[in-house]
């Protein structure tokens, strides 16, 4: 499997993969079944390898896929104690036409639609038929630039052919040494009864990606903190599939106070995961130099919509949604030829969720043998390059076949349900622990 080249995991440590080649449910023109296995399966392979590093034996990991395809749609999977789901996107996050094409918007956070509302000089909380005209009278790129100006996000829709790559030539998970110097003071943590059991991973990411791959890390064994600003909170939706697993805490950065207990928090922690852009975090410290720097041997995973640091994407912010559309994607998932489509889940964010957690326990393994830290780097528009590129060289893949998602559901405590992490490890399904979610409901420190 090309990821596990990637990370330097042997083959001997990838999971047995049982199941349907195409669950019904991640049925597409483009390999999202294949490379949506093909995430988890390494997240997987990098925990055997971190067991084994830590203990000398490889565990027996295995996943199935039809479980893989309810994983990446758990979103959609979520109930709540009347056993209804939660809508993830609001009236205005969706794709428009433009005068010259499509555009896609990303309005489900309120400071997000304002800035989507003031770009097009059109009052907010009018009537949508007043934005739909604005937008209809405009040309697709110009949108993207007037309302990624003005604080908001819009992507103009291009075929793969018309993107060009920022990403291109790096890596689809980009490790690289981080500082000089091995782990700075405090016991490495002996090990436990899962692969990542003892270690502490300070979690400052939001709405999906991020969230996917802590949680995970949380399934492995690891203490995972999320960390949020009370300034901006969560939507309802991902305040319950965003905390599973984890401890969630609120904090402002903003005050000296604040900033002083997150490096608190950061100096007694093993792995930091951040998921804003590029620089974004460098006013508080947090930018991997900055971390090598003030806390030696902590790996720093960085997640980003756009992996680059160019002035153009660099500077942007991004979801799914919408590196998809621009990414060519939509095109290439078009219904009609006419209309851009989309994947059947959200699989950039959830793939990029399971690269995430490979990442930070394939350096967690490499910290075990040799002391020195890394910087791992995943991007969105990364994992869309590698989708189209796998689609290209494999294609879709087998005709698809019905799994119950509901056989991988489980309690998730106050009357909510979801579905469990995919993966067993010597035969002992994953599981989540601190059950109920609860955002912002936790003290500020480890509770481990």
């Known amino acids: 499997m090309s990821v596990l080249r990637e990370l ?33 399966a390494a997240c997987l392979a990098a925990a055997a390898e971190l067991s084994r590093a830590r203990t000398g034996r490889l565990p027996d990991v295995a996943v ?41 918007t990303h309005a489900n956070y309120p400071w997000h639609r304002a800035a989507l509302f003031a770009a097009l000089g059109v009052e907010d909380g009018t009537d949508a038929a007043l934005l739909t005209a604005a937008l209809a009278d405009r040309a697709a790129l110009d949108i993207e630039r007037t309302v990624y100006a003005a604080g908001g ?68 064994g690891a203490d995972v903190l999320r960390v949020d600003n009370p300034q901006r909170p969560e939507l309802p939706l991902h305040m319950i599939d965003g905390t599973i697993g984890k401890a969630s805490t609120l904090l402002d950065a903003g005050t000296p106070a604040g900033r002083d207990a997150l490096h608190h928090l950061l100096g007694e922690a093993d792995v930091l995961v951040t998921g804003y ?35 153009t994407w660099g500077t942007r912010r991004g979801f799914d949604s919408l590196v998809q559309v621009a990414t060519g994607i939509g095109w290439a998932t078009s219904p009609d030829g006419e209309h851009v489509g989309v994947l059947p889940c959200q699989l950039l964010d959830h793939a990029s969720g399971y690269l995430i957690a490979a990442g930070a326990l394939s350096a967690l393994a490499h910290r075990e043998r040799t002391g020195g830290a890394s910087h791992v780097s995943v991007a969105l528009a990364r994992t869309a390059r590698w989708l189209l590129a796998v689609s290209a060289e494999r294609g879709a893949g087998a005709e698809p076949s019905a799994a119950d998602a509901d056989a991988y559901r489980v309690d998730l405590g106050n009357g909510w349900s979801g579905i469990a992490p995919p993966g067993t490890v010597d035969g002992r399904p994953l599981t989540w622990p601190r059950l109920p979610p609860a955002y912002g409901a936790a003290a500020p420190r480890w509770h481990s």
Not at 15 to 31: K, Y
């Open 277 to 311: 852009r590029p620089g974004a975090l460098r006013r508080l410290g947090l930018a991997p130099d900055q971390v090598a720097e003030r806390h030696p041997g902590t790996i720093v995973v960085t997640l980003s919509a756009w992996g680059t640091r160019d002035a």
């Open 64 to 104: 199935d896929s039809a479980h893989v395809a309810a994983a990446v749609r758990s979103e959609a999977h979520l109930r709540d104690p009347h056993g209804h789901g939660i809508g993830g996107f609001g009236a205005l996050s969706r794709v428009w036409r433009a005068a010259d094409g499509w555009v896609r």
């Open 153 to 220: 996000l819009a992507v103009a829709a291009r075929t793969a052919a018309g993107w060009a790559d920022p990403t291109a030539g790096t890596p689809l998970v980009e490790v690289a040494p981080l500082g000089a110097g091995a782990r700075g003071p405090g016991p490495t943590p002996g090990p436990g009864p899962l692969p990542a059991s003892g270690f502490r991973v300070l979690d400052l990411t939001r709405v999906i990606a991020g969230p996917v791959g802590t949680r995970m890390l949380a399934a492995l």
């Open 8 to 40: 330097a995991l042997p083959d001997d440590a990838a999971p047995r993969v049982t199941g349907p080649a195409v669950p019904a449910a991640l049925a597409s023109p483009l390999a999202v079944a294949g490379c949506a296995t093909d995430a988890v």
